[in-house]
């Protein structure tokens, strides 16, 4: 089970995930630290949701193809589009080929996020083999846990995405896969993962990058709070009835 989004903003895109593997051993499930978070030839950010093994294989197939995915990008979207889909999806139906039991159980579903010809992209291909832009949207998640970050997406709808620095960015990423890995009972956990993806390259955050990112996110809980209080001292105010009109003068 996985949640990774992708957020983009003004400055670039920010990709979180959470960093958890569930597997589902003889009689009880159990869980292991996982990167989900993953860059292709320093340029595209993207992560897989869905049966492990199939994960892996998608990678070592994209990392033996960045150079033309990486070129195809730079001429068009559609056609970097095609490159990354026929590598993935030639997987996709090889493990759907290979299943024993439920062919369902081998699926897996794809997030990336670059820059090419046109600008920023986000790119999916779900499990079923489809594809589709999230550019539009600003905004796409996948995994089990897509629901929570969906509807984190709400909460914000009256901020336009675009409009928002990396900072700010970083910070939404991050609080909302933090938010889902407290809400969900099974499958996600771990620490929260980001990528920040800029014209000029990909880049996994590291430990030190991740806690400023937490400080901002601590700051952000904390005004919250105090607008909260605010709030409600405006609402404990009594109004004062107005005053009685004075008697016209003679």
């Known amino acids: ?8 903003c003004r400055d670039g895109i920010v990709v979180a995930a959470d960093s958890q593997s569930t597997l589902l051993t003889a009689g009880q499930w159990t869980r ?14 993207w ?3 869905g049966q492990l093994g199939a994960v892996q294989r998608v990678e070592l197939e994209l990392e033996a193809h960045a150079r033309e995915i990486l070129a195809a990008f730079q001429v068009s979207h559609e056609l970097g589009a095609r490159e990354v889909f026929r590598r993935v999806n030639a997987v996709q139906k090889q493990v759907f080929a290979e299943m024993v039991g439920d062919p369902e159980a081998g699926g897996s579903s794809y997030l990336f996020a670059g820059y090419g010809a046109a600008g920023p992209f986000l790119l999916e291909i779900d499990a079923d083999g489809g594809r589709q832009w999230s550019d539009r949207r600003s905004f796409a998640a996948i995994g089990s846990g897509a629901i929570y970050a969906i509807h984190a997406s709400r909460g914000i709808a009256h901020q336009r995405l675009p409009s928002l620095s990396l900072v700010q960015a970083e910070a939404l990423a991050y609080r909302t896969v933090e938010n889902a890995i407290a809400t969900a009972a099974l499958g996600l956990g771990g620490t929260v993962r980001l990528t920040v993806v800029t014209p000029s390259g990909a880049a996994i955050l590291d430990g030190t990058e991740l806690k400023a990112v937490q400080d901002i996110v601590d700051i952000w809980k904390q005004r919250e709070v105090e607008i909260l209080q605010e709030l409600g001292s405006v609402a404990e105010e009594p109004t004062q009835a107005p005053s009685p009109p004075e008697p016209p003068s003679e």
């Open 1 to 8: 089970m996985t949640l990774a989004l992708a957020v983009r």
């Open 47 to 49: 992560a897989g949701s």
């Open 32 to 45: 292991l630290e996982a990167d989900k978070l993953n860059v292709l030839g320093g340029r595209i950010a």
